[in-house]
């Protein structure tokens, strides 16, 4: 028997058409979001991270360059009459430094980066200059012993194998030997005609008056470069077994400059910064000080430009300071970020310098302090 009042329907559970879009859409938008903020973030991240590379490779290369010029010139220029002295000999001719002197600095063409190298003595106690004395050393001496022993005040720190450079006067050449032997009677150096180092008749001159030797024990010889794909190299030569090698330090290190800090009036105080190398000893005197600076970039390549102009090295006010300009009121040298072969204005860029004095220039044993200035009359 049918009803006359059918039952109703029961409602049908569920989302409309309309109400899935509008879900779809507003999670699509919030999963935009989501990415684009975690996008922003991780962005933050790496530059940030790559900031603190720039930061470490930057500190440890110049550490790591301010570590060897503060040994520059250790036994070399303990006698500053050496210093500027031409360099020879008969063996290593090609890779023989071209004077005695504590750093020798080669400019980067056009604004490239420099180049450092630094000399010191080898020797792990210490290299004390040495004074010929009668009968002076002669190559040509067939009768007695003067070619093959040196005569000397003491051979105090020599030992056999070490190389001396025989240093005959000022702005002359100083000639490098090895020496073979220490006779017993401890005032002589030998030096047998046998070997790569000791040829016949060389050293080729006679010594005389006023000549010394300098201790170079197996040579300490330092080099710092850069490379073409930005990295800080290394390279040591060991001038006694003429071999070297060379080791990368720190990656992302696009330029190095180097200035030479020179007393030129003879008061004690640097005033000229420049890359002049000295010609002759009394140039070489003037040289107290080396001036670094390394210029780091980030790792991370910024999509949109984040440098406008090449990085500024401060290098202040006091002195003359070859090719700074005024920036403020300082001076400033621009280091050139552009030589690399990407787009430098998408990385960014940390300068680090340092200033070193070259101790062992004012521990010379004729080293002289520039006599105080005299008071103004009626002054205390």
């Known amino acids: ?22 879900g ?19 962005g933050f991240k790496r530059s940030a991270t790559s900031g603190s590379d720039a930061q470490i490779n930057g500190g440890l290369s110049i550490y790591a360059i301010q570590r060897q010029l503060k040994m520059a010139g250790y036994g070399l220029v303990t006698e500053g ?33 420099d180049s450092l190298r630094i000399l010191a003595s080898s020797k ?32 105090l720190g ?27 009677e401890g005032r002589k150096i030998g030096r047998e005609t046998a070997g790569n180092w000791n040829t016949s008749r060389f050293p080729d001159a006679a010594a005389g008056e006023g000549a010394f030797l300098v201790n170079l024990g197996t040579f300490s010889d330092i080099s710092f470069t850069l490379t073409a794909d930005r990295r800080l190299r290394q390279t040591t030569f060991n001038h006694l077994q003429q071999t070297g090698g060379s080791q990368d330090l720190q990656s992302n290190i696009v330029a190095m400059k180097a200035l030479y800090g020179k007393d030129t009036n003879n008061d004690d105080v640097v005033d000229t910064y420049d890359t002049v190398t000295p010609t002759n000893n009394a140039g070489w005197l ?9 210029l780091a970039r980030s790792a991370q390549y910024e999509k949109e430009e984040v440098t406008a102009a090449m990085p500024q090295w401060d290098v202040g006010s006091v002195g003359s300071i070859a090719g700074a300009t005024a920036c403020g009121d300082s001076k400033c040298i621009a280091l050139r970020a552009d030589l690399a072969a990407d787009d430098w204005k998408h990385y960014r860029y940390k300068v680090f310098d340092t200033l070193v004095p070259l101790r062992n220039q004012v521990w010379r044993s004729d080293f002289s302090r520039a006599a105080a200035p005299t008071p103004p009359a009626g002054g205390n």
């Not at 001396?164 to 032997?181: E, H, I, P, R």
């Not at 003037?286 to 390394?294: D, L, N, S």
């Open 81 to 113: 009459a050496a210093q500027g002295c031409t360099l020879s000999s008969a063996y290593g001719t090609a890779t023989m430094p071209p004077t005695l002197a504590p750093v020798i600095i080669t400019a980067g063409a056009n604004g490239a980066s």
């Open 24 to 42: 779809m859409a507003v999670g699509l938008l919030a999963t935009l979001v989501i990415a684009q903020v975690l996008s922003t973030a991780e």
């Open 1 to 22: 028997m049918s009803s006359a009042h059918p039952l109703p329907r029961r409602a049908v559970a569920g989302f409309t058409l309309i109400e899935l879009m509008v």
């Open 158 to 184: 020599v030992d056999v194998g070490d190389l001396m450079a025989l240093v005959y006067a000022k702005d002359g050449a100083c000639q490098v030997f090895q020496v073979s032997s220490l006779p017993p």
């Open 286 to 294: 003037q040289v107290r000080a080396v001036r670094v600076a390394v």
């Open 124 to 155: 792990p106690g210490f290299s004390l200059p040495t004074k010929l004395i009668s009968s002076f050393y002669d190559p040509n001496d067939v009768v007695g012993d003067k070619a093959s022993n040196i005569a000397v005040v003491s051979a």
